[in-house]
């Protein structure tokens, strides 16, 4: 059986996926994300977007010249 990546590992490439796709606004689109888990409920996907936010303000932080959309 194929063992799935560890939960960090699919937060930490979600976070680049949409810093790559947003750039800037990319912090912005997780924390929209969480205020939407927030309001429906949903513990379970709120706890992994806000995994997902704090590695996306990592990588935002440690990569400052991004400064847009790549698509």
Do not use: F
Request: proline share 3%; with cysteine.
């Amino acid at each position: 059986m194929k063992q799935r990546p560890p939960q960090s590992a699919v937060a930490m490439e979600t976070a680049r996926i949409l810093l790559l796709t947003y750039g800037r606004d990319a912090v912005e689109m997780a924390v929209l994300r969480c205020a939407e888990l927030t309001k429906a409920g949903d513990k379970g996907g709120l706890a992994s977007w806000k995994r997902i936010l704090n590695d996306v303000r990592k990588l935002a932080a440690a990569n400052l010249k991004h400064s847009g959309a790549v698509n």
